[in-house]
């Protein structure tokens, strides 16, 4: 069946640095694939999404690109601030199959 | 406008007892997905409804069940609980139940079976 993996935290950056977020995936067929964001206290909410290959997905500074011949969408991020502190999920298709998320921590 | 609401927020359940969880979709959506999210781990799928038929169910045992109403809001049934089945239940709505359409989540309600 479908999967989603990917890197383990968690992550703890300075704030400014870059942010990679590595994400592989295993489907069968063209699926379409995204970024949720889980704050502290809140639900899940979408970051980004990409619904074919070579798409590139972005939000608030945040960019992921649909690569098929690699089956990866990793989630990028060129200046990480404090409030970036959340776990990050990558995920798959509708119903969505999910990554076991990455745990971001920016100190200041 | 009001998001996806969940109730209760948190609950507290023994061994073998059965609960219920409510959602209430996005105004204009038909259909609501549910999810159970362990601690450390990502949200697992549970069921898909729309127009109140099933349309989708993940590897979950019988225990778990869930309808939809006339108004499009659901409820998600658990019975004879385990201790495993502690977790955080997400709903989501979306506007259709095909093919890709953003899911939009509640907070979820937080279960702990003791």
């Known amino acids: 069946g479908d999967s989603v993996t990917q890197m383990e935290g968690p992550v703890t950056l300075s704030e400014e640095a870059c942010l990679t977020i590595?994400?592989?995936?295993?489907?069968?067929?063209?699926?379409?694939l995204f970024w949720y964001v889980q704050y502290p206290g809140e639900g899940l909410q979408l970051l980004l999404k990409a619904t074919k290959a070579d798409d590139k997905g972005s939000n608030k500074g945040f960019e992921a690109t649909y690569r098929k011949e690699t089956t990866s969408f990793h989630l990028e991020k060129g200046s990480v601030q404090v409030s970036d502190s959340a776990v990050y999920f990558c995920?798959?298709?509708?119903?969505?199959?999910f990554g076991k998320g990455t745990r971001l921590s920016v100190i200041a | 406008d009001a998001g996806v609401t969940q109730s209760p927020t948190h609950l507290i359940k023994t061994r073998g007892q059965h609960v219920t969880l409510r959602c209430s979709p996005i105004s204009g959506h038909k259909s609501v997905s549910w999810y159970q999210q362990v601690l450390g781990q990502g949200p697992q799928f549970i069921f898909q409804?729309?127009?109140?038929?099933?349309?989708g169910r993940g590897n979950f045992p019988d225990r778990f069940s869930a309808r939809q109403f006339p108004n499009y809001s659901s409820e998600l049934n658990v019975n004879a609980l385990l201790l495993g089945d502690s977790a955080l239940y997400l709903c989501a709505s979306s506007l259709i139940g095909a093919g890709y359409n953003e899911q939009f989540f509640g907070p979820g309600t937080r279960l702990t079976v003791l």
């Open positions: 590595n994400c592989t995936y295993t489907a069968t067929g063209y699926p379409s």
């Open positions: 995920a798959l298709n509708t119903p969505l199959v």
């Open positions: 409804y729309y127009e109140k038929e099933e349309r």
